[in-house]
């Protein structure tokens, strides 16, 4: 199937190709205007995230923590927010700062063997209230009653970042979901916040092109790497 969009000021046509079928799909002014009204939502839910300096004692910590402690960060988080954790520990890997995630439920089952005790536990919740993460909170510590956690939440008095030696709050934005439910806009914040922490992490290593390039060493990116060290 190939869907083409012709774009014009009077007919907005979406075109659907199903092999020699092709079918053109009107696109209804209301929709584009609808579209337009959840992007300057995510934008504004992106402009009210809380530059408070919270975010500098999470650098802070994690490069004692992992640059001079040699631990690593170990981020958790259940549902889309952990899938917005795996983000996160893959980009800080390959960007100079030794992350895995964990899985709050394996975590459980064996897999809490993994932590150490120089690590930082960075455990995401947007209610702040995930029982899984909570207890993964409980049982890390009982292993290492020394350490550190940061949360990045939704909600900055609930019980996670009471527990927690550093909270990075999203805002609380609402979803755009028109349930609002499903993690949407509270993800797009997560993702965010997870950006700037992962780029203010490399100037203060001083992660270098050289450095991306012996990480990242194959696909485009790796490619553009290494002609750039070449320079």
């Not at 092999?19 to 009107?26: A, D, I, P, R, T």
């Amino acid at each position: 199937m190939e869907i083409r969009v012709l774009c014009s000021r009077k007919t907005p046509i979406i075109r659907v190709q199903y092999g020699e079928v092709s079918e053109e799909l009107y696109i209804c002014p209301m929709i584009k205007d609808k579209i337009a009204q959840l992007v300057r939502r995510e934008i504004e839910a992106i402009k009210n995230i809380p530059i408070d300096g919270v975010l500098e004692n999470a650098i802070n910590l994690i490069s004692i923590a992992v640059h001079q402690n040699g631990g690593k960060v170990v981020v958790s988080g259940m549902g889309k927010a952990g899938q917005i954790g795996v983000n996160i520990s893959t980009t800080l890997s390959s960007t100079g700062t030794p992350s895995i995630f964990l899985h709050p439920s394996e975590a459980q089952h064996g897999d809490l063997g993994i932590l150490g005790a120089n690590d930082v536990l960075f455990l995401i919740s947007n209610s702040g209230k995930t029982r899984e993460v909570l207890e993964l909170e409980i049982l890390a510590r009982r292993l290492y009653p020394d350490l550190k956690v940061i949360c990045l939440t939704g909600q900055k008095d609930s019980d996670l970042s009471n527990r927690s030696d550093v909270c990075l709050h999203t805002g609380a934005p609402e979803e755009i979901c028109p349930l609002g439910l499903t993690p949407t806009t509270s993800t797009t914040v997560m993702t965010v916040v997870g950006d700037m922490l992962v780029v203010l992490l490399m100037e203060k290593i001083g992660f270098t092109k050289e450095d991306y390039a012996k990480r990242h060493h194959s696909g485009y990116l790796g490619l553009l790497a290494r002609d750039e060290v070449k320079k």
